[in-house]
């Protein structure tokens, strides 16, 4: 147990992005601590996704989203090549498939390229039939720079190296209260009270409740649930890579996509519900009529045999004011990084989803800058 320790920085979360910032800030500052609530990191939506490298075709120009993607593209591929975590750059295609979708695609390329994503060319039918055999479309994106990762790996990997800095890493660690101390903050938690001269709220889900406890409500998380299913292994050999299809407006997500992971199975998902609980991961789960309908838009041979079920992920969404999500957003809701405008000490990373996971390493270098001013 802890017990009014003081520390330099208390990173409230373990997912990939709490590790990314331990890593990095124990890189320039002893007394770190991280605590995660649950047994183990990154057991929540750092493990549970697809496991995809995005590229930063999708966000708008100038936002986080896009710029710790496309960096974060490039550090996680460096940091996995270094450190021997399991990846691959497969590359995708986000496939249009009705006449109304091309003209959607050519935006979407420029919105890319403007966004400094490297290697982008529209393909025919023809080409993209060479690449995917069985998938259906009429024109399609390449998309060389995306690509795979073994998500919990990296979570382990960052967390290593974050411990091998000095960070100090404590699981079983709920933080229950928090409040002014000093210039800095008192943060409590299963394990213990400890005065901290700068805290990172990076809790995912929580981290609207975690901003809370210090009374800032400004944000409030919509969990969004994304359930998967599993192509029978006699039928994975139907996608090659990443197959996307063209994001419809208005969703949570990039749209129910294939997924050849780094182990040969095929993905189909994930789907997008908003739920009530951010642990609700089993009830009314998508039917796989369902998935066999949204992937015959891509696949057209592939039938409600050839699914099981697999397993879903909560999206840690940004509420729409008033505290619900929005139905229809023009553009995703960018991160949200701020200083609590009580205590400065703390930084908020409030609905880091997507592309959190690809730019978990960025994220991390642009918040131990907020804390080395902190701690100056």
Not at 36 to 57: F, K
Not at 201 to 219: K, M, P, S, V
Not at 265 to 285: F, H
Request: aromatic share 6%.
């Amino acid at each position: 147990m802890i017990e009014r320790e003081t520390a330099n920085a208390v990173i409230i979360g373990g997912g990939v992005v709490g590790c990314a910032v331990a890593m990095e800030v124990a890189a320039a500052f002893e007394d770190v601590f991280l605590l995660e609530e649950m047994p183990q990191l990154g057991m929540g939506a750092s493990s549970r996704n697809s496991g995809v490298i995005h590229s930063g075709i999708y966000y708008p120009p100038g936002s986080r989203k896009a710029r710790h993607c496309v960096e974060g593209n490039r550090l996680t591929y460096e940091f996995c090549e270094k450190h021997g975590v399991l990846h691959r750059n497969t590359g995708k295609v986000v496939v249009a498939r009705t006449p109304g979708e091309e003209g959607q695609l050519e935006a979407l390329m420029r919105r890319g390229e403007e966004n400094g994503v490297a290697g982008l060319r529209l393909i025919d039918r023809a080409a993209l039939r060479t690449r995917e055999p069985h998938v259906e479309g009429r024109v399609a994106l390449e998309v060389p720079s995306s690509g795979l990762v073994m998500s919990e790996e990296l979570v382990k990997a960052y967390a290593r190296l974050a411990s091998a800095r000095g960070a100090h890493i404590l699981t079983h660690a709920k933080v229950t209260a928090m409040e002014p101390a000093g210039a800095g903050a008192r943060v409590t938690s299963e394990r213990g009270t400890m005065e901290a001269r700068a805290v990172v709220n990076c809790a995912g889900l929580f981290a609207d409740e975690i901003a809370a406890l210090i009374g800032f409500t400004r944000y409030k998380i919509q969990p969004v649930r994304g359930d998967y299913c599993e192509v029978v292994p006699s039928r994975a050999h139907l996608v090659n890579t990443l197959v996307y299809p063209m994001p419809e407006a208005g969703i949570y997500s990039l749209g129910v996509h294939l997924t050849k992971t780094l182990w040969g199975t095929l993905l189909v998902g994930p789907t997008a519900r908003a739920v009530a609980s951010k642990t609700d991961y089993e009830s009314g789960r998508v039917p796989i009529a369902e998935f066999a309908r949204g992937a015959r838009e891509l696949m057209p041979e592939i039938t409600e045999a050839d699914l099981r079920p697999a397993y879903s992920g909560i999206r840690a969404k940004l509420a729409a004011p008033g505290g619900h999500a929005a139905a229809h957003p023009k553009e995703a809701a960018d991160f949200v990084i701020e200083r609590d405008p009580r205590v400065p000490a703390i930084i908020h990373m409030i609905g880091i989803e997507s592309p959190g996971l690809t730019g978990a390493w960025s994220l991390a270098k642009e918040v131990a800058g907020l804390v080395r001013e902190t701690l100056a």
